[in-house]
Nanobody
């Protein structure tokens, strides 16, 4: 089993930046994909960014060009650098991991609030 812990959320003004971090512990050898999803009030959880073990990265359309995710396989961490933040980026951001067995794991979530 994998345990994911996020950090770095908070309140920022529109146009500002925040950096989120996620650390994985437990059966980390089984992780294939790590990344981030987010969920705003009244909306479905949506893709922010996922990074495959070999380095390929996919971004959600809403964040392309503004957010950058990086992964350190040696440290079992994944980060999310968020620039040019908009009020519509306000959401709970969840760290995500997909195991080689197909098991999906989530962190507890961290709130990001962007004020206008």
């Amino acid at each position: 089993q994998v345990h994911l812990v996020e950090s770095g959320g908070g309140l920022v003004q529109a146009g500002g930046s925040l950096r989120l971090s996620c650390a994985a512990s437990g059966s980390i050898f089984s992780i294939n994909v790590m990344g981030w999803y987010r969920q705003a009030p009244g909306k479905q959880r949506e893709l922010v960014a996922v990074i495959f073990r070999e380095g390929r990265t996919n971004y959600g359309d809403a964040v392309k060009g503004r957010f950058t995710s990086s992964r350190d396989n040696a440290k079992n961490t994944v980060d999310l650098q968020m620039n040019s933040l908009k009020p519509e980026d306000t959401a709970v951001y969840y760290c995500y991991a997909l195991g080689q067995s197909g098991a999906i794991m989530w962190g507890q979530g961290t709130q990001v609030t962007v004020s206008s």
